[in-house]
């Protein structure tokens, strides 16, 4: 097979403080891949600005302008990590045979990106990187996810254990994953319906190297949240089988209640009487929240709402080439990522 076209996508939230060692590092491994004609020497890095307030943007544009493997895509605001990758992946996908997303940090090795495209040469249309070890993550943050895919297993979701985002995507897999037409996009939950032939590569996790994660527990737990209800109707079954059962349960206690008044022993009874309004109460109130949590789903899908809105493609509309190339001096690389003029 022809050495093919990669893309490596990686969506960027407020990275201003790792982004310069992640467009190095990747750089270098692009320019060493090409180098031994394991990909196409079209090959690029596909930075997704994801509505950032600090300089990633500017970063990355001076990076374009420089001309080397960095090219970049602003959406116009926040649209969430899921959703940056997926912009990514959308923009990339006419200009190249397969794709690579990961995240700003490299937490995930990316020394291992070789054996994906080593695995799309065999065959393989998708190539999950798995993390073998998480002793870095705090423990905190490993016995929650770890739990996360556990649950979501137990809830009849097919997730690949332990892998994040790091993937590899034949363009004929991303084809397919936009035909999934929802909108809350849940891509750990969704790729795997795909098929196709896939393959797993495994890869020891790392600290993140600055910054600070944007998933704080509020974020994760939304995340975890969304993809259970998106992904599995188990939660509203379960709230049908407490109703059953409470159903069954207060059909036994009406019996024995009778039986009591029956023996004339109905003095006594506040207590159980109080306990089970705040009981059942507390339930429906519970399997009320929780089934307007599915219908908030499907009025958030019946809008049909972009999910995402694309301000600058400089992937796939190059800046003209009198902005690369033309009276650019030193003086202008040297400057200051902020005191560099807009494009529109
Ligand atoms: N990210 C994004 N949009 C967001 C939040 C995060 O594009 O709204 C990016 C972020 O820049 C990073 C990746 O998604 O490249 C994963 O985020 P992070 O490393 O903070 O998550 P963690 O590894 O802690 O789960
Ligand atoms: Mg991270």
Redesign the pocket.
Same mark, same amino acid.
């Given at each position: 097979m022809q050495a093919p076209l990669l893309t490596i996508v990686?969506?960027?939230?407020n990275?201003e403080e790792i982004l310069p060692e992640t467009i190095s590092a990747l750089s270098a491994l692009l320019e060493d891949m090409i180098g031994r004609h394991q990909v196409d020497q079209g090959s690029r890095l596909l930075f997704v600005d !994801?509505g950032s307030k600090d300089h990633t943007w500017k970063i990355i544009y001076k990076e374009i302008i420089k001309g080397g493997f960095v090219k970049g895509l602003k959406l116009a605001r926040?649209a969430?990590?899921q959703n &940056?990758l997926l912009a990514g992946i959308s923009a990339a996908k006419e200009a190249s045979d397969c794709m690579v997303t990961i !995240? &700003? !940090?490299l937490?995930d090795d990316i020394h291992v990106i070789p054996s994906f495209i080593e695995r799309f040469k065999e065959g393989c249309e998708i190539v999950y990187g798995v993390r073998a070890k998480r002793k870095t993550d705090s423990f905190f943050k490993r016995t929650t996810a770890e739990s996360f895919y556990k649950l979501m297993g137990r809830m009849g979701v097919d997730l690949v254990y332990n892998h994040a985002d790091f993937r590899l995507m034949g363009r004929r897999a991303v084809e397919e994953l936009e035909k999934f037409g929802e909108s809350n996009m849940f891509l750990r939950g969704i790729v795997p319906l795909i098929g196709f032939k896939t393959a797993e590569v495994y890869y020891d996790r790392k600290e993140?190297l600055a910054g600070e994660?944007?998933?704080p527990l509020k974020k994760m737990l939304a995340f975890a949240f969304d993809g259970i209800t998106s992904f599995s109707i188990t939660p509203i079954r379960m709230v049908l089988l407490v109703g059953v059962l409470s159903f069954l349960g207060s059909l036994g206690f009406g019996g024995y209640f009778l039986l009591l008044k029956f023996f004339g022993e109905t003095e006594t009874g506040w207590t159980s009487l109080i306990t089970s309004i705040w009981l059942i109460g507390g339930l429906q109130l519970m399997g009320l929240g929780l089934v307007g949590e599915y219908i908030g789903k499907i009025y958030k899908e019946t809008k049909r709402r972009p999910k995402y809105i694309v301000d600058m493609d400089l992937f796939n509309f190059p800046l003209p080439r009198h902005l690369l190339n033309g009276e650019r001096t030193d003086e202008y690389y040297s400057m200051d990522a902020g005191q560099l003029p807009e494009t529109n």
């Open positions: 990686i969506p960027c939230y990275e !994801d926040n969430g990590h &940056a !995240d &700003a !940090d937490q993140r994660t944007k998933y």
